[in-house]
């Protein structure tokens, strides 16, 4: 990645905390702050990055607004509302950045990010144009049909959890989503289904995303932890 390159960054935040149990995750503290406040002050903080959009769930607009105010986030643009689907936030949000070279996407519910992990992204993608925060599984994955009978163990060598954040040129994550005709799980689906080959580079098993009040209790411990 060349300095002059401008880089953007999309926080997907507009997911409904369903099982969250009545808590709503974006808004939970850690650390004595928002689960948000969190996530965006990393963003903010990197050097690398330029511009700031921020994608909430309707509800969380106001609030979202009000934080950006009150902390004086300077590369955030703009606060708008997601869609029903993630990718449908995710578009949103990348309809949002002005001139960006660079697009890297991370889940709002990912609060231990770390400034490092974005920096190390955007030095990834460089290589091919497309890079992916992951780590090693450490479990056996085992194929099951729907009868739940086993019908395979895949290699563990060869199988990776993913995380964000993942790292786009633009006019490849752009592209990706104009043509994507189904539900993807994350961005690096649609991309890799346009052809393009996609980088893997060390996540943290520590950058775990919030689904459920356990997460949340755990990312409590292990903000603690690592003395943040």
């Known amino acids: 990645m060349k300095r002059n390159e401008k880089v953007g960054a999309v926080i997907a935040a507009a997911g409904s905390s369903q099982r969250m149990g009545g808590i709503d995750k974006m808004l939970a503290p850690l650390g004595g702050e928002p689960v948000l406040a969190r ?3 990393v963003f903010q903080q990197c050097e690398s990055i330029d511009q700031i ?19 004086r986030w300077t590369k955030v643009s703009d606060v708008c509302p997601g869609g029903p689907r993630r990718q449908d936030s995710v578009v949103s949000g990348l309809g949002r950045l002005t001139d960006c070279y660079w697009a890297v996407i991370h889940d709002g519910a990912r609060p231990l990010v770390t400034v490092d992990l974005v920096e190390r992204g955007l030095e990834i993608a460089g290589q091919t144009g497309a890079a ?4 090693p599984v450490t479990d ?20 990776w959890a993913v995380q964000t954040p993942q790292v786009f ?12 005709k189904y539900e993807v799980t994350d961005d690096s689906t649609a ?25 949340l209790a755990l990312a409590e411990i292990l903000w603690r932890k690592h003395g943040r």
């Open 39 to 41: 996530v965006v002050s």
């Open 53 to 71: 959009v921020l994608v909430l769930s309707e509800p969380n607009l106001k609030a979202g607004q009000q934080l950006v105010a009150e902390r």
């Open 132 to 135: 992916i925060a992951a780590v």
């Open 140 to 159: 056996t994955i085992k194929l099951v049909g729907d009868d739940l009978l086993v019908q395979g163990t895949p290699p563990r060598r060869s199988l």
């Open 169 to 180: 040129r633009f006019n490849i994550i752009d592209e990706a989503y104009r043509q994507a």
């Open 191 to 215: 991309v890799e289904r346009l052809g393009h080959q996609v980088k893997i580079y060390p996540g943290a098993y520590d950058n775990i995303k919030i689904t459920t009040p356990d997460d």
